[in-house]
């Protein structure tokens, strides 16, 4: 398999490439035009003399996939393409100029959407031209009308309301955002506001950090950091109404930070950052209850640094769960889940090949998991043996500034 080094994103600006601005908004975005983005896709690719060196081939460009990248605390998306034949990545430059703290893709329209961290938490839609991977502002909203500094720490998608769900940290709540036909986004129909507190020094008052919708499409599971809780809100796909505020708490400290549904929709499990636990749970879908099955660490036995649970994921198939420690563990944990039971059995305990891995992406091939080394700087590629559900250091890198989303287009 040929392998990729480290390479440095060439920004478009220092390539020569005028920019196009968004008459709407001329301020935040840009556009670049497909013979520039390929032709910087070529020129990256021939200065670090990689197997892909020149114009790619009719059959490699017709099956490589593009890749965004957002910035953790900083001002810009990056591109890349991805190869999942040769697992190859190969970046093309920054294609958006907009604060970026997490990134979605509509499930259907060439959309993409990048939640903030700036005040008052803005989502900003953007069309993605498919050929080029160049972007185009369609419009913003806010998620916090009240414009509280520090702004969202998620955004996704629920494809059945056409609703983007935004948590925001600093506001300490939950928004319903509509998506319009033109794929743009609008203020929120609803807010759900959280309470509560904790005893870490981070936890001086609610931050909402995920927000998913059971797979019953009832209920929305808010996961919160600050008031060690998972807000279970109803769910109104009609009116895209959140109300309601059952709880599921967690032990004081712990700083809930992912869930993630099996495709049972009867088990979920819970990360925990501050805390770095793992807790198996059943749903109660008709009640919207939780009930705790089991409890684990993920780091290891004798780790005695600080601890940080980052990233939680399912293998496609539902058969293994990932996991990333980070604080100076800077590892991923791999657990089989029991095919009745749902329980977790440690496979493996692997390093991210990189320096605070903030999340990761699954393929949708199931063969690959491209890792965000948030602190490193770089995107690691893993291969994953979709019996075992083991991963494999590829060697594969590629460097992006404090990378904190990978999002396959």
Not at 83 to 91: A, S
Not at 168 to 193: E, H, K, Q, Y
Request: aromatic fraction near 6%.
């Amino acid at each position: 398999m040929p392998l990729l080094g480290c390479l440095r994103l060439a920004g478009f600006a220092k390539r020569g490439i005028a920019p196009m601005r968004n008459s709407e908004h001329p301020e935040t975005t840009w556009r670049p035009s497909r013979r520039a983005v390929l032709g910087a896709v070529a020129a990256s690719t021939a200065a670090a003399a990689l197997p892909l060196a020149g114009t790619p081939s009719a059959s490699a460009e017709t099956r490589r996939e593009l890749l965004y990248i957002g910035t953790w605390r900083g001002t810009q998306v990056n591109g890349a393409w991805f190869d999942p034949v040769d697992g190859t990545m190969t970046p093309y430059g920054i294609v958006a100029q907009v604060n970026s703290s997490w990134q979605a893709r509509h499930p259907s329209k060439p959309v993409l959407y990048v939640g903030s961290g700036d005040a008052g938490g803005t989502v900003s839609a953007f069309r993605i031209d498919r050929s080029s991977g160049a972007l185009d502002l369609i419009g913003q909203a806010k998620s916090d009308s009240a414009g509280t500094p520090g702004g969202l720490s998620y955004i996704g998608i629920d494809r059945r309301s056409d609703t983007v769900l935004a948590a925001n940290f600093a506001a300490g709540l939950t928004a319903a955002m509509p998506i319009r036909r033109d794929g743009g986004v609008d203020a929120p129909a609803s807010v759900a506001v959280h309470t509560g507190s904790g005893p870490h020094p981070r936890q001086t008052g609610p931050h909402p950090h995920h927000a998913v919708v059971d797979p019953s499409g009832r209920f929305v599971l808010v996961p919160d950091l600050g008031a060690d809780r998972v807000f279970i809100h109803e769910y109104d796909r009609r009116t895209r109404s959140l109300s309601g505020a059952r709880t599921y708490p967690v032990t004081p400290g712990s700083g809930p930070r992912r869930v993630v549904f099996h495709p049972d929709g009867r088990t979920l499990y819970l990360l925990n950052e501050l805390s770095a636990d793992l807790h198996t749970l059943s749903w109660n879908p008709e009640k919207g209850q939780i009930t705790l099955e089991e409890s684990l660490s993920i780091v290891a036995p004798d780790y005695t640094g600080t601890k940080s649970g980052g990233e939680l994921s399912m293998s496609l198939d539902g058969r293994f769960l990932y996991a990333t420690s980070r604080g100076t563990e800077n590892a991923i944990v791999v657990y089989a889940i029991g095919r009745a039971s749902g329980s977790l059995t440690l496979v493996q305990r692997v390093s991210s090949a990189g320096l605070t891995p903030w999340t990761f992406s699954i393929h949708r091939s199931g063969k690959w998991m491209l890792v965000a080394n948030q602190a490193s700087s770089t995107v690691n590629l893993f291969s994953i043996d979709r019996t075992s559900g083991k991963l494999t250091a590829t060697g594969t890198s590629m460097t992006v500034p404090s990378p904190d989303c990978i999002t396959f287009a």
